[in-house]
């Protein structure tokens, strides 16, 4: 009876308005056995979110588009909500770059309460790597 659930597959939740990234790490988790969710917007990753919780959620930081929140602000919410405060953020974004910012971001509980900052253009095995770190290692 326990084998069901223990085949349960990682469910990953991208949000990123990059639609070639979002491709890209969709295509290299899901061959990997991740179960990926994505939204292209973060008032529509929250929905997604809330509709199903996900084990991680993977978000950018800039979002292009009409005013919303931003991913720092997307993570203080889910930081916020009960049914998601628990679920691990890790932030995946090209932000410091391309504002020619000339520090590194870091994570705190307040301002950004993600696992970690990752810089785009991320390797895939750096990403994986990340993410085996919060999840645990992939089952072979």
Known sequence: MMGKAM???????VIDDDVQHV???????ESVGYEVKFAYRPQKGLEVARVAPPDLIILDVMFAGPPGPD?????????QDPDLKDVPIIMLSGVRKVL?????LSTDADWMPA???????IKPDKLLA???????????
């Open 7 to 13: 085949e349960k597959r990682k469910r990953i939740l």
């Open 23 to 29: 491709d890209m790490v969709k295509t290299l988790l």
């Open 71 to 79: 991913g720092t602000e997307v993570a203080r919410m889910l930081a």
């Open 100 to 104: 020619e910012l000339p520090f590194s």
């Open 115 to 121: 696992r970690t900052f990752l810089e785009k253009p």
């Open 130 to 140: 990340e993410i085996e770190k919060v999840l645990g290692p992939r089952k072979p």
